[in-house]
Structures are given as structure tokens and as C-alpha cells.
């Protein structure tokens, strides 16, 4: 028995598998897609982008995970089922349990991951996300700088950039600032680049280039210059700070939220329920690996395949998924439902496992006949031989 267990678990791990890599590059390609302004907009370099679509990717498996194991489970049972490897297991002896078993051990197995992924790696890696878009968001040139256009800042400063390189780098620059009594100076350089110092700012270095002034005596002051700094922080304003999301909080933080801020104060119901949807979304893996078992063999045995019956457990597996959104949506503004986002997978897990054993009380109970109709067949013919 064991050895046919590791069979069915050797033949299920490739489809599984391909399954939640196939799903993960949707994910990323889609995320990719909604991070391309990151680079068109706010002309920022590949490496940015990749690290902000990566980061973002371990919330998405609470997405994936469920879905990816459900379509991956099914694909496996119809195929082992199709080659008529149940009929086999079946004539061995062995129950819907044993050959279920395996199946439960990669729902649990993927359960355990995502589960240990939903309470560390998500608010991890959503942190630096957010920490990577706040910072891509209060870079003063990328806000304020389009390539190939006039900028002009609240504190009347104009900008000019012809081309703004994948590196950070600027070429072709244009600054006006605005100076007493209409006396504006301008700055023209070849290239620039922006640094920020360890004391905070922002400077903005030009290379090659020269400032012109128009002194109050009406003299042009003209100076040229190889390398100089401008404090480009002085002429933007902005009153943008970090602020964490609840996808971005620890667990701690959730259940237990500091009462002294006023956002969180005010948002203890939505913490609560994302806490409580971080320790019952994993279920959901458990749940759907279960539901394709039911899928396919959970009812009665057909030649011709289970194709209405894989419909309906999708059907439910859908349901399911967008109900437990629901509740998650609902327990944000009444935490008395908090119950309902543990009931909902544990309702699945529990229906599931109830199907299950009574399809195998089904089998045995066919079994015996079958063998008890054999024994009946061969009764006279054992009488009459005597």
C-alpha cells in the first residue's frame, strides 16, 4: 500500500507544481503590469521595478495557493483515473482514504507554507514595498521632472530635463528660480545627477554647465562651472509620510494596535479582521485539495469520467472563495463575524471529509456484496462436485 501512496504522491507533485509556478507568472506579469508607471512616469530604473513587483508577489499567494493546488489536484486525478489507476488501487484493497492520503499531505504541507508566508513574509516584504514606493513617490525630480517638458513647482521654480536616463541620470537642464525684485537666476548644465545625504535633502549635482543673474544695477552676472550642488529640496514642499497599510502590519500589530494614533484607533475593526484573514486563509489550500478529491472520487464510479462533477465542485470552489471575501469585507465594520472567516474553510474541510468517508463506507459496502455474491456463485458448484 505504501508503495502505491508514493506513486499517486510522485504523479500529483509535477501538476501541483506546474500549476502554482504557471499561476505565480500570471501574478507577476499582471503586477508588472500595473508597476510599468514606475518607469514610464516616475523614471525610475529596472532594478526599482523589479524590487517593487517582487514584494509584492507574497501577498498574491493567498490568491494562487488555493487555486493553483485545486486546478493542480484535479488535473492529477483525472489523468491517474483516465489510465484506470484507481481500478487498480481499488482491486488492491485500498480505500478512498489511503488513496486520498496523499493528496492531503501536499494540501497540508501547502498550508503550512502559506500559512508561515501570510504571518512573516507578507507584512516583510509589504513593508519594503511600501518603503520603496514612498520613496519613489517623494524623489522631488522624478515627482516633479517629465522628460521633454517645463515643470514649474509650487515656490514658482522651473525645471527643464530633455532626457532623463534609466540610471537617474539627467541630460540637458534648465532651472529657473525665482529671486527679490524679479532678479531670477537660471541654471543651464549638461548632465545632472540627484543624491540625497545622509542629513536629509535633496541635492541635485550639475556637471558642465553655467548660472546667469541679473543684478540690480541691470548687470548680467554669468558664471560657469564644472560641478556645482543645488539644494533642490528648499523649492518642493511636501507633506507625504509613511504610512503602513494593514496588509503591511505584523501580527502583534493587528490584534494588538497602538490606541495613541489616531488611525489606528479608529481602524481596530480592519486590522482585526486582516489578522484574522491572515490565519484562515491558508485553510482554504487544505479545503480545495479536499474538493478536488470530491471531484473526482468522491461519488460513484463512471467510465466516461466525472466532468459534471469536477463542473460542480468547481462551481462550489468559486462560491466559496468569493463568500469567504465577503465575510473578510463584512468583519472589517462588525468583528462579531470574525467566526464566520474561520467557518467558512473549516465548513468546506468538514463537508469534504464527510463526502469522502461516505463514499468509502459506499465502497466497502459494494465490495462485500460483490465478494459475497461470489462466494454465493461458487457454493453449488463446490456441491456439486461432491
Not at 507554507?113 to 509589504?126: D, G, R
Not at 523649492?235 to 493587528?254: A, I
Amino acid at each position: 500500500m505504501r508503495t502505491i501512496e508514493c506513486y499517486i504522491s510522485r504523479q500529483m507533485r509535477s501538476p501541483i507544481i506546474g500549476a502554482i509556478l504557471a499561476m505565480t507568472l500570471v501574478a507577476l506579469l499582471s503586477q508588472s503590469l500595473s508597476q510599468i508607471e514606475v518607469i514610464i512616469e516616475r523614471g525610475q530604473s529596472v532594478m526599482t521595478f523589479l524590487k517593487i513587483t517582487v514584494f509584492a508577489l507574497p501577498q498574491l499567494t493567498g490568491l494562487i495557493f488555493p487555486i493553483a493546488i485545486f486546478v493542480g489536484t484535479l488535473i492529477a486525478l483525472n489523468r491517474l483515473h483516465n489510465e484506470q489507476e484507481f481500478v487498480a488501487c481499488y482491486a488492491n484493497g485500498m480505500s478512498l482514504k489511503q488513496i486520498s492520503s496523499p493528496v492531503v499531505r501536499f494540501g497540508v504541507y501547502i498550508t503550512l507554507i502559506s500559512l508561515l508566508m501570510s504571518l512573516f513574509l507578507q507584512p516583510a516584504a509589504s513593508r519594503a514595498m511600501r518603503e520603496e514606493l514612498f520613496r519613489v513617490k517623494t524623489d522631488l525630480i522624478a515627482a516633479a521632472v517629465r522628460e521633454g517638458d517645463f515643470s514649474t513647482t509650487t515656490s514658482d521654480m522651473t525645471i527643464y530635463v530633455q532626457r532623463i536616463e534609466q540610471n537617474g541620470l539627467l541630460r540637458q537642464i534648465y532651472i529657473r528660480t525665482p529671486g527679490p525684485a524679479g532678479a531670477d537666476r537660471t541654471y543651464l548644465a549638461r548632465e545632472g545627477r540627484l543624491v540625497k545625504p545622509e542629513g536629509g535633502g535633496q541635492i541635485l549635482i550639475l556637471r558642465d554647465g553655467s548660472t546667469q543673474q541679473v543684478a540690480e544695477n541691470s548687470v548680467l552676472n554669468h558664471l560657469t562651472f564644472e560641478e556645482y550642488s543645488f539644494n533642490v529640496a528648499q523649492y518642493f514642499s511636501s507633506d507625504d509620510f509613511l504610512h503602513y497599510k494593514d496588509s503591511d502590519r505584523w501580527m502583534h500589530e493587528l490584534f494588538f494596535p497602538n490606541t495613541a494614533m489616531e488611525w489606528e484607533r479608529g481602524s481596530w475593526k480592519k486590522l482585526m479582521a486582516e489578522g484574522h484573514a491572515r490565519i484562515t486563509g491558508p485553510l482554504y489550500n487544505l479545503g480545495f485539495s479536499l474538493l478536488a478529491v470530491v471531484g473526482v472520487l468522491g461519488g460513484h464510479f463512471s467510465r466516461h469520467g466525472y466532468g459534471r462533477r469536477i463542473a460542480i465542485v468547481s462551481a462550489i470552489a468559486a462560491g466559496t472563495r468569493i463568500f469567504g471575501f465577503a465575510v473578510e469585507a463584512a468583519c472589517s465594520g462588525t468583528p462579531a463575524l470574525n467566526i464566520l472567516q474561520y467557518a467558512v474553510p473549516l465548513g468546506l474541510i468538514f463537508m469534504c471529509i464527510r463526502t469522502i468517508n461516505k463514499s468509502d463506507r459506499t465502497i466497502a459496502t459494494t465490495r462485500k456484496s460483490q465478494l459475497v455474491g461470489l462466494s454465493e456463485i461458487g457454493a453449488p458448484n463446490a456441491k456439486g462436485a461432491a
